[in-house]
């Protein structure tokens, strides 16, 4: 018995060959992209750059004051509270602005951000970010420096521990994109000594 061809079936054989052809290239095409995209993945360094602050945040700490105060005033002034636990070694420039926490000092010098910990110790440098996203650097001055930045002095070079002690008992609130770390300095009471200048 012998099979009719219909312009119907050739039709359709045609169109299923079409098709079959059609996803094969498809198929073809698409193992080419992955590869190209494999090929372009580069692992992820260990320290990733991370860009800086935002141009805005910047331009409102280089116009912010130096704030005098206690601890806790400055705290109420700038509208913080303490981080998260889950925060923990979070940068500052990644967390919402309202918080404090504790770093060390030579992350001020860091060009990834500088991250924060729930709990500091006396060698610690507290770190606010205000509501307003400005952020502060806490620290203590000898009286005579800390009424000369009260006037805000370009170019001041002052000394000041993360923790206060007898001498360095003056809190001050000093915006990080002020300060131009000139040299950081471990004392033997455990305490830190931060030598500045103000931009």
């Known amino acids: 018995m012998h099979r009719v061809f219909t312009p119907f079936h050739l039709s359709a054989q045609i169109l299923g060959t079409a098709s079959t052809l059609l996803f094969a290239v498809w198929l073809d095409t698409m193992r080419s992209l992955l590869q190209g995209l494999r090929q372009r993945v580069q692992p992820e360094a260990k320290f990733p750059q991370r860009p800086p602050p935002k141009e805005r945040t910047i331009a409102l700490e280089r116009r912010a004051a130096i704030e005098m105060g206690t601890v806790a005033e400055l705290r109420e002034r700038h509208q913080v509270v303490l981080m998260s636990p889950l925060h923990e070694e979070r940068m500052i420039e990644d967390l919402a602005g309202g918080i404090y926490g504790f770093t060390a000092t030579w992350n001020l010098r860091s060009p990834w951000g500088i991250p924060l910990s729930y709990q500091g110790d006396m060698a610690d440098l507290e770190i606010h970010k205000a509501k307003s996203g400005v952020r502060y650097v806490i620290a203590f001055a000898l009286r005579s420096d800390a009424e000369k930045l009260f006037q805000d002095p370009l170019g001041f070079e002052f000394t ?31 305490n830190s000594a931060i030598d500045f200048s103000i931009r």
């Open 160 to 190: 000041v521990m993360a923790g206060p002690d007898q001498e360095f008992a003056w809190p001050v609130a000093i915006p990080v994109a002020r300060l131009k770390i000139i040299k950081t300095r471990p004392m033997d009471d455990g």
